[in-house]
């Protein structure tokens, strides 16, 4: 397998980055993405204040920060969200500026990290965003995944889905891209993230009609094609949440 140089952006499909921060101590990794679609860029899950100025200047190997226009961020927590405000301030004093896509339940909740820009509601918009060029972003409901108005984005040119916190994994031995330990990462983070079985399975369910190339979480490790299903078939089946709080 190549050798990945995880000090740089690392392009995991055509002119989507991944942007994250290889922190050696961390057995819960956080992944944010970068897509440009011509002068677009879309940025998943931006990240938090410690791993601002890392991926701060991933992102700017990636694109420009004039060019992001929709951050999309798949619920409230601070791993994912409490950078935005800096990243609004950056953006706006290069000229540009973008919209937040989230749920509105997330919506509420992101407002008091001091956020400025205006909220795209997935909910509200039929769940999609459809980027200048006329690329779809799809949105899928993910509901108490963990979050009630969790969501995942199906990229319909690239076909990657990015999953948010589902498919994540928590492992201190952690790769970019899946290996065949990270079933076990994965079921250790869904065993005391994820609510339930039956709600799970809800979700992994809507996943079968999809054409998926790549499954990129927010926590963990990337999934390439050729395990997607298998992958799936695990979240699906697995007990988690209040099937094993005993
Ligand atoms: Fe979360
Ligand atoms: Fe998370």
Redesign the pocket.
């Known amino acids: 397998m190549e050798k990945l140089d995880l000090n740089k952006p690392v392009e995991i499909a055509k002119d989507i980055f991944w942007v994250g921060f290889d922190d050696p101590n961390a057995g819960f990794r956080c992944n944010p993405y970068v897509l440009n679609d011509g002068e677009e860029t879309v940025f998943f899950d931006p990240g938090s204040v410690p791993h601002f100025p890392i991926v701060l200047g991933k992102v700017m190997r990636a694109t420009q920060l004039e060019r992001i226009k929709h951050v999309i961020v798949t619920?409230q927590?601070p791993?994912?969200c409490s950078a935005i405000p800096r990243f609004e301030e950056l953006v706006e004093g290069v000229g540009g500026g973008f919209d937040i896509c989230t749920h509105t339940r997330a919506s509420v909740l992101i407002a008091h990290y001091g956020t400025r820009s205006p909220f795209y509601r997935v909910d509200a918009n039929d769940w999609k965003l459809t980027l200048k060029s006329g690329r779809s972003l799809r949105f899928i409901f993910a509901p108490f995944l963990?979050?009630p108005g969790a969501f995942m984005t199906y990229d319909e040119k690239s076909k990657v889905l990015f999953s948010g916190?589902i498919f994540g994994g928590l492992s201190f031995d952690w790769n970019l891209y899946a290996n065949e330990y990270y079933a076990e990462a994965m079921k250790a983070f869904h065993e005391n993230?994820m609510p339930s079985r039956k709600i799970l399975k809800h979700t992994m369910d809507k996943l079968d009609a999809l054409d998926i190339e790549m499954i990129a979480p927010q926590h963990g490790s990337i999934i390439r094609k050729r395990d997607v299903r298998a992958y799936i078939d695990i979240l699906r089946n697995l007990e988690c949440g209040e099937d094993i709080f005993e």
Do not use: G, I, N, V
């Open positions: 619920h927590d791993d994912l963990h979050f916190d993230y």
